[in-house]
């Protein structure tokens, strides 16, 4: 890149995003795992960007400023670090207390453009520190309504060329005399271009980065509890003892000042005498303790931490800034610990060791998380690793999510949250992951005394479930495809189903019985959970009266009678799930002294998704044919994970899932069956928009702002005047009538952690979601918007019959593509109601526009970011 140091001020033209201050700056992930602090450039930093040029080879040199002055290195600690400005922002990279990245972003004179240049030391190349910088300045650009970056450097500059190819921004090159000029149009800018491919290039490198350095936690070579007490009931010797008689391979350390050994471990006094840098160290010491102890695990080299105690209070921040400042990631406060069964570390204080398995588990609560982690072996799913999050200061669902998405052994994911840190971020990566595997989660918090328990539960700082339960937690969970249970019940029988069954093709259900009233019930079960009991076809009728008794029913449900032999029934099994017309088979038996139909079913040679239900089972659920994991070694040459097929079986659970009442059968089906029609709907994408004027919206804002600081509603003029600026129709006069058309109302509703939610309905208030409204949280895919048009109790009216024309859905799902764009650009709307919407055969217009502005600062949900 060039060393000009342009110093246009532009004036009304643009202005140049502020940076973070000091106190505002951030951490993030390098692509080996390693943690740097994200800063602006300080004056007194000018000393360590000259050190930082002058170390640099004079290939990098000659490279970043096309020469090799030897002025150059101070001429840029002067550019960086001077005052900041409407003209200039400078971001640095540290890695502990060295300078390893310097970003800078000058104004270029032309509107809406600046310049960018980056420098990295020679032995940081290739740990994505310029890509990390370049998107952090890319999102203060974006806040700031920047259109495009323009940046300079040599043909032969081959790596700063793969990083701007790398990034995920379209870029635009002219070559003159061995320089390439780039320019990169900004995603989101008010040309109308889609941020989703550049969001989707950032959340791959976070995902990459996040899982190098879970590596520490989640596969380490060496662990160290560190404790005070001695007793057998204490904590930290009981993690310590199920970490020797687990069966973990690596290093094991004592660290208490009290014992000299402990579970056959010798132990040290104090972390410093520990004889290695462990890659985990689990704290169960007292309060007080924790901030040293942390602090001398850094010093020492410890790369993750589990922090078992609770109650920290405000030394909770000291705890966070501590992990950060040494790169160690956190589990906890709050917590139970971490399991990984097939590397045979379990770092908790269960009572048993949890068999490894396909599910993959995180918890807020331990005694939630022990429950399932015996539920999930009883069964023979068992589990690939488990987290214990507690208070969530660092790593949380969002992280575990990444690392099951990649590790070749994770089939199915079990969550239980809450509260959300950052539910946008969330929402993307289940989308992502439960294209791969299903997500299981219960809602917890729902109601009012649960929200309370919830808060005195944990400490985590985020929105609880309850607060969002009505307007934003349905929207987030539908659109990240996750499938939500009301009980641990149903969590734990969703899960026995998907474990080890493939998923249904569709939602048609055969229902086979020997006795007639438990078909009945299981019918009316299937209706209830969205189910089509379907009604055989001719020719497997003609196969069953062959193999059934004289008064067997064979139409649908199939009522084989209580005379049915063993053999009649798996014959008869068999032949309904071979009906073309038939996606799953729900089996209900009962036993009699002339057959035990328990064998059949497990036998019966069906491929596609079957249920049974056992009416004399003591248990609510139970796989039939998989042997118990209690009591069996629990190392990984034990259990064979295997690997997930197209169809969503997995091969390593053996089974097949029974259950104690239709009901459960038939609600477990009904998840597999949403799961599998989400898999397969388009997932859309944010589409380009044209004719979008966000400057002139956020002028408008501000200028509101200034005269009303506390916000308030805007007048009908200037309503009007924001919703021109997105091309969102609003009719100049109200219509005398608005026969031949639908009423629909279109509404935003911004919420400070879950961001801003569109809502589509009819009848009342648009920020009403319940009964005839449904939600999406912003930004909208054109798939998104096609099923919120569909979900509404109004969606039948759309349709037209014989004597109306049909509504053109293309033209309401564009208002709301750009109802969902003003929201997404401008958080200070903190709602927006169009009612009616009158959405007829010629087209859709808004009636009525009203708008409530309220300050708030520009945030990037997707950027990348530790908490």
């Not at 490279?63 to 971001?91: I, K, T």
């Not at 579970?263 to 005498?273: M, Q």
């Amino acid at each position: 890149m060039t060393t000009e140091t342009p110093q246009q001020d532009l004036g009304a033209a643009v202005t140049l995003p502020r940076a973070p201050t000091a106190a505002t700056g951030t951490y993030a992930l390098l692509s080996d795992g390693r943690t740097v602090e994200i800063r602006p450039a300080r004056s007194q930093d000018a000393a360590a960007v000259r050190e930082m040029h002058a170390a640099m080879s004079a290939d990098n040199m000659y490279l970043r400023f096309f020469s090799l002055s030897p002025r150059a290195g101070e001429q840029e600690a002067q550019r960086v670090c001077r005052h900041p400005g409407p003209d200039h922002v400078a971001l640095l990279a540290w890695l502990g207390g060295r300078l390893v990245g310097v970003a800078s972003c000058e104004a270029t004179g032309r509107p809406g453009e600046a310049e960018v240049a980056f420098a990295v030391p020679d032995d940081m190349h290739r740990c994505g520190i310029a890509t990390l910088l370049l998107e952090h300045l890319a999102s203060l650009a974006r806040q700031r309504g920047l259109r495009a970056f323009i940046a300079e450097t040599l043909a032969e500059n081959s790596a700063m060329l793969r990083v701007f190819a790398d990034a995920g921004l379209p870029a635009q090159r002219r070559a003159s005399d061995g320089v390439i000029e780039l320019t990169f149009p900004l995603p989101g800018s008010e040309a109308g271009r889609s941020p989703d491919g550049y969001l989707e290039s950032v959340a791959g490198r976070e995902s990459r980065a996040d899982v190098a350095s879970l590596r520490h936690l989640l596969e380490p070579q060496s662990v160290a509890v560190v404790s005070t007490g001695r007793g057998r009931a204490t904590v930290g010797r009981a993690i310590l003892r199920n970490i020797v008689t687990g069966g973990f391979a690596g290093n094991v350390y004592a660290v208490n000042p009290h014992a000299r050994s402990l579970e056959g471990v010798p132990c040290v006094a104090s972390v410093d005498d520990l004889p290695e840098a462990v890659d985990l160290a689990v704290l169960a010491v007292p309060p007080a303790a924790v901030p040293d102890v942390a602090a001398a695990c850094g010093r020492n080299g410890v790369r993750a931490l589990t922090v078992i105690t609770s109650g920290l209070g405000a030394r909770g921040a000291g705890l966070l800034a501590i992990c950060r400042r040494y790169g160690m990631r956190l589990v906890g406060p709050n917590c139970s610990g971490v399991v990984v069964p097939r590397i045979g570390l379990n770092a908790t204080f269960a009572a048993g060791h949890p068999a490894a398995g396909v599910a993959g588990l995180v918890v807020q609560s331990d005694g939630v998380g022990i429950a399932l982690l015996g539920h999930l072996s009883r069964l023979g799913i068992g589990v690939s690793s488990f987290a214990s999050v507690g208070d969530k200061y660092d790593v949380s669902s969002n992280d575990m999510l990444m690392w099951w998405e990649q590790d070749e052994v994770t089939r199915l994911v079990v969550l239980y949250v809450e509260s959300f840190g950052s539910p946008r971020k969330f929402a993307r990566t289940a989308r992502r992951v439960g294209q791969r595997m299903p997500v299981l989660t219960v809602v917890a918090g729902r109601s009012a005394a649960g929200q309370r328990a919830a808060a005195l539960h944990t400490a985590a700082a985020a929105t609880p479930l309850v607060t969002a339960q009505a307007l934003f937690a349905q929207a987030l969970f539908a659109q990240a495809g996750i499938i939500t249970t009301a009980s641990l019940g149903e969590l734990i029988e969703a899960a026995a189903l998907l474990a080890c069954q493939p998923l249904p093709a569709g939602n048609r259900v055969a229902i086979v019985s020997n006795t007639g009233g438990a078909g009945v019930l299981a019918a009316d079960a299937c209706v209830d959970n969205d189910l089509q009991v379907v009604q055989l076809a001719s020719a497997t009728r003609r196969t069953l009266r062959r193999l059934l008794p004289a008064d067997a029913e064979v139409t649908g449900p199939v009522d084989a009678t209580a005379a049915v032999t063993a053999d009649s029934f798996r014959a008869c099994l068999e032949a309904v799930a071979a009906d073309d017309g038939v996606d799953a088979v729900l089996a209900v038996a009962v036993p009699t002294a002339i057959s035990d139909l328990r064998t059949a079913v497990r036998t019966a040679a069906v491929s596609k998704p079957i249920a049974a239900c056992l009416l004399d089972q003591a248990q609510s659920v139970q796989l039939l044919g998989s042997p118990p994991a209690a009591g069996a070694p629990q190392h990984p040459e034990n259990h064979a994970a295997g690997v997930g097929t197209p169809d969503g079986r997995t091969p390593g659970v053996a089974g097949l899932p029974a259950y104690a009442y239709p009901e459960d059968a038939a609600r477990a089906l009904g998840h597999a069956a949403r799961y599998r029609a989400w898999r397969e709907r388009r997932q859309g994408r944010i589409p380009e928009l044209s004719g979008l004027r966000t400057p002139d919206a956020r002028k408008l804002l501000a200028a509101f702002l200034a005269g009303c600081p506390a916000g308030g509603w805007l007048s009908a003029a200037t309503a009007a005047e924001l919703l021109s600026c997105y091309q969102i129709p609003l009719a100049v006069t109200a219509p005398a009538a608005l026969a031949g058309g639908v009423e629909l109302v279109i509404g935003v509703v911004q919420e400070p952690v879950f961001g801003p939610l569109v809502v589509l309905g009819s009848g009342a208030a648009a920020t009403d979601v319940l009964g005839s409204q449904a939600g999406r949280l912003a930004p909208l895919t054109d798939a998104d918007a096609d099923e919120l048009i569909h979900t509404v109790h109004a969606a039948p009216l759309l349709s037209g019959d014989p004597a109306t024309r049909p509504v053109p859905t293309p033209a309401l799902a564009e208002v709301l593509l750009r109802v969902s764009r003003l929201a997404d650009d401008l958080p200070e709307v903190a709602e927006l109601d169009l009612s009616p919407v009158v959405a007829g055969p010629d087209g859709v217009c808004a009636v009525d526009v009203r708008v409530r502005v309220s300050p708030a600062e520009p945030k990037d949900p997707f950027l990348r970011r530790l908490r």
